[in-house]
């Protein structure tokens, strides 16, 4: 157990719908990072929060968004669902925000869009 | 961008046995990396990580190369065990843009 926890572990949605994901990062950690997992794209880094604030973008597109509460919590939502955004999607937090901060993953939330 | 990709998909071992899982990466300026198992269900999990600087590290029953000049790292996992049966995928961080970037991953399969 990483003690990082995403809800809902699975979610199954229609397209054009609307969903979001919920990370609690581990205690004490202040940075989350979210992933989206396909098979045929592997691991894709999303975005990046730090205390709140956005760090660092990756591939995520203008459909998707996310946020970091001031409990430190993270959302990510995803607006306008494709059948190409079903995937695993995992959020990580570590302690800081640099480079060679261990990332610790969660369980992932599995969304199926149909 | 950084474009990290890993030899072989699939890695068969019989238990016992040494398994090396070997990884490229593109961008000569990524300066940390790591490697991380993902287990059926479950989220990828932190293995062993080396910085730029260093070209060889070791940990428990695992150990990290990292040849700079060709742009090649790779991960021995000694003595492999039923429980080694995972995906294991490599990453890169790139102080460019900012992010870590994985390879597409090798699933290895331990034999009895």
């Known amino acids: 157990d990483s003690g990082v926890t995403q809800t809902p572990k699975h979610l199954i949605t229609a397209t054009g719908q609307r969903v979001t994901l919920r990370c609690s990062p581990r205690s004490g950690d202040l940075s989350v990072y979210w992933y989206q997992q396909s098979l045929d794209q592997g691991l894709q880094f999303l975005i990046q929060y730090y205390n709140g604030e956005e760090r660092a973008k990756g591939n995520i597109l203008e459909r998707f968004s996310a946020q970091q509460f001031p409990d430190l919590h993270s959302e990510l939502n995803l607006s306008s669902l494709e059948l190409g955004d079903s995937a695993l999607y995992f959020c990580?937090?570590?302690?800081?925000?640099?480079?060679?901060?261990?990332?610790?993953f969660g369980p992932g939330t599995r969304l199926l869009v149909l | 961008g950084e474009s990290v990709g890993l030899h072989l998909p699939t890695l068969s071992v019989q238990e016992g046995d040494n398994s090396i899982i070997n990884c490229a990466y593109s961008?000569?300026?990524?300066?940390?990396f790591i490697w991380y198992k993902q287990e059926s269900g479950k989220g990828p999990q932190f293995i062993i990580d080396i910085r730029s600087n260093m070209d060889k590290r070791q940990g428990q029953r695992v150990t990290v190369l990292l040849n700079k000049t060709v742009k090649h790292l790779s991960l021995q996992i000694a003595a492999t065990q039923p429980g080694d049966s995972a995906v294991y995928f490599c990453?890169?961080?790139?102080?460019?843009?900012?992010?870590?970037?994985f390879g597409a991953g090798t699933t290895v399969t331990v034999r009895a």
């Open positions: 990580a937090s570590s302690v800081a925000s640099g480079a060679e901060e261990t990332q610790y």
């Open positions: 990453a890169a961080w790139s102080f460019n843009d900012y992010k870590l970037s």
């Open positions: 961008n000569s300026a990524s300066d940390y």
